[in-house]
């Protein structure tokens, strides 16, 4: 056990099966850190399983008793999971699974989608917390593994908050992009507001790429495109800002400057984050995706590289990226099987959770850049016995920059 802070941390390891059909091959670890607040480090406390966002998102790494894990600790054991593929928890980076055929990494992906998380949470259930029911804590994906849970051990499950995670239950990737592209347009159009001596920067930015050939630190070429890929950023409260911060220090008189450079690798690298970029598959029920946001881009001219300004793209992934990007190239292959696959299994059981009787309180974000409100509402009305709480107050980051107050009011609306 470690102490810090007034916490006290006990790291637990899990060996899991890769596949949870065929528990006796192939196995993962999966990790998860427990946390108490010291003075209660004794007590008999409910847990509460924090699901974090993503794909491909490992756990936060505390730093104190704050924000939303400072009021959860007041009345709970928290246990924070490093989902399969991140973290400590047999991680899945291009080093990870080099050497890897095309097929045998597509089949291996296939596993790391939230019914295997789940399956994972149960194990951990029964190892950590003696198979006691406990509370969950879901933040954007997050949410979407916990409809997945209450889908199929909803028997494990007391009570459950959702933060910025409703999904559509039975859309297509091509009804999602139908909604986010708008919204990305619209958040563009506030940045340009606030910003307005930027359009004139990132255009010049954008010729500039696109004439020459730039560089980053890691020796990826910096391309038009790429650079549009910052604009993911838009959906957290102080995106606009932060954008405009990174291009207050792009030129270095004609070049563009070395911490510019190091900005955009820093966002855009995907390092340990390649199930982000493969989140298309992770979401499929049924169908193919086949690139739906490639196929989406085409329907919006607004978002054309010679449109006026520069529009920046968010939470959409493209086929090039896997050329492009160093830390994607491994997967570039088995990317183009999973997204040509149409036999995904379904993630929600629909009947079952119509007739949820598990209390769940969901935090609905009325301008979520990332997951539309408009689907979130209609999920709400299909899964019993939750209550919803639309804000207009907060974007995707709510229960980053506002968590205590956030969690205090969904555990009362489940309670």
Same mark, same amino acid.
């Given at each position: 056990?470690?102490?810090?802070?007034?916490?006290?941390?006990?790291?637990?390891?899990?060996?899991?099966?890769?596949?949870?059909?065929?528990?006796?091959?192939?196995?993962?670890?999966?990790? +998860?850190?427990?946390?108490?607040?010291?003075?209660?480090?004794?007590?008999?406390? *409910?847990?509460?399983?924090?699901?974090?966002?993503?794909?491909?998102?490992?756990?936060?790494?505390?730093?104190?008793?704050?924000?939303?894990?400072?009021?959860?600790?007041?009345?709970?054991?928290?246990?924070?999971?490093?989902?399969?593929?991140?973290?400590?928890?047999?991680?899945? #980076?291009?080093?990870?699974?080099?050497?890897?055929?095309?097929?045998?990494?597509?089949?291996?992906?296939?596993?790391?989608?939230?019914?295997?998380?789940?399956?994972?949470?149960?194990?951990?259930?029964?190892?950590?917390?003696?198979?006691?029911?406990?509370?969950?804590?879901?933040?954007?994906?997050?949410?979407?593994?916990?409809?997945?849970?209450?889908?199929?051990?909803?028997?494990?499950?007391?009570?459950?908050?959702?933060?910025?995670?409703?999904?559509?239950?039975?859309?297509?990737?091509?009804?999602?992009?139908?909604?986010?592209?708008?919204?990305?347009?619209?958040?563009?159009?506030?940045?340009?507001?606030?910003?307005?001596?930027?359009?004139?920067?990132?255009?010049?930015?954008? +010729?500039?790429?696109?004439?020459?050939?730039?560089?980053?630190?890691?020796?990826?070429?910096? #391309?038009?495109?790429?650079?549009?890929?910052?604009?993911?950023?838009?959906?957290?409260?102080?995106?606009?800002?932060?954008?405009?911060?990174?291009?207050?220090?792009?030129?270095?008189?004609?070049?563009?400057?070395?911490?510019?450079?190091?900005?955009?690798?820093?966002?855009?690298?995907?390092?340990?984050? *390649?199930?982000?970029?493969?989140?298309?598959?992770?979401?499929?029920?049924?169908?193919?995706?086949?690139?739906?946001?490639?196929?989406?881009?085409?329907?919006?001219?607004?978002?054309?590289?010679?449109?006026?300004?520069?529009?920046?793209?968010?939470?959409?992934?493209?086929?090039?990226?896997?050329?492009?990007?160093?830390?994607?190239? *491994?997967?570039?292959?088995? +990317?183009?099987?999973?997204?040509?696959?149409?036999?995904?299994?379904?993630?929600?059981?629909?009947?079952?959770?119509?007739?949820?009787?598990?209390?769940?309180?969901?935090?609905?974000?009325?301008?979520?850049?990332?997951?539309?409100?408009?689907?979130?509402?209609?999920?709400?009305?299909?899964?019993?016995?939750?209550?919803?709480?639309?804000?207009?107050?907060?974007?995707?980051?709510?229960?980053?920059?506002?968590?205590?107050?956030?969690?205090?009011?969904?555990?009362?609306?489940?309670?």
């Amino acid at each position: 056990m470690i102490a810090t802070q007034g916490l006290r941390f006990i790291d637990h390891t899990v060996t899991v099966p890769l596949d949870h059909r065929r528990p006796d091959e192939r196995t993962i670890e999966v990790f +998860a850190r427990e946390v108490v607040a010291a003075e209660r480090a004794g007590d008999d406390l *409910p847990w509460l399983l924090y699901l974090q966002g993503g794909p491909g998102g490992k756990a936060p790494r505390p730093l104190g008793a704050d924000g939303w894990l400072g009021h959860a600790l007041k009345t709970h054991r928290v246990l924070l999971l490093d989902q399969r593929g991140t973290g400590r928890s047999t991680p899945l #980076t291009g080093k990870t699974v080099a050497g890897m055929t095309d097929a045998a990494l597509a089949s291996y992906l296939r596993m790391f989608r939230a019914d295997s998380i789940v399956a994972d949470a149960e194990i951990l259930r029964a190892r950590v917390a003696g198979g006691a029911r406990w509370d969950t804590l879901g933040q954007s994906y997050g949410g979407f593994i916990t409809l997945t849970y209450l889908s199929v051990a909803p028997q494990a499950l007391r009570r459950c908050c959702i933060t910025g995670g409703l999904p559509g239950l039975d859309v297509r990737a091509d009804d999602i992009y139908a909604l986010t592209y708008p919204a990305v347009a619209a958040r563009n159009a506030e940045f340009y507001r606030e910003f307005p001596q930027d359009a004139p920067v990132v255009r010049r930015i954008a +010729a500039f790429l696109d004439a020459g050939d730039v560089r980053l630190p890691d020796g990826d070429r910096l #391309t038009s495109r790429r650079l549009r890929l910052l604009g993911n950023m838009f959906g957290a409260s102080t995106g606009l800002a932060q954008l405009h911060w990174i291009l207050d220090e792009a030129w270095h008189g004609s070049s563009l400057s070395d911490t510019f450079l190091h900005e955009v690798l820093r966002h855009t690298a995907f390092v340990d984050v *390649p199930l982000f970029a493969l989140q298309e598959c992770t979401f499929g029920q049924g169908r193919a995706s086949a690139w739906a946001a490639q196929r989406a881009s085409e329907r919006y001219p607004e978002f054309a590289p010679d449109a006026d300004p520069l529009l920046f793209t968010g939470e959409m992934m493209y086929p090039w990226m896997f050329s492009e990007i160093a830390a994607l190239r *491994p997967f570039a292959g088995a +990317a183009e099987i999973l997204a040509a696959a149409d036999d995904w299994p379904p993630l929600y059981d629909l009947d079952r959770l119509a007739a949820n009787d598990v209390p769940i309180a969901a935090l609905v974000y009325a301008d979520d850049m990332y997951v539309p409100a408009p689907l979130s509402l209609r999920t709400a009305e299909r899964v019993g016995n939750l209550r919803t709480w639309v804000s207009t107050d907060h974007h995707h980051d709510g229960l980053r920059v506002d968590g205590a107050a956030i969690l205090e009011r969904l555990m009362r609306l489940a309670a």
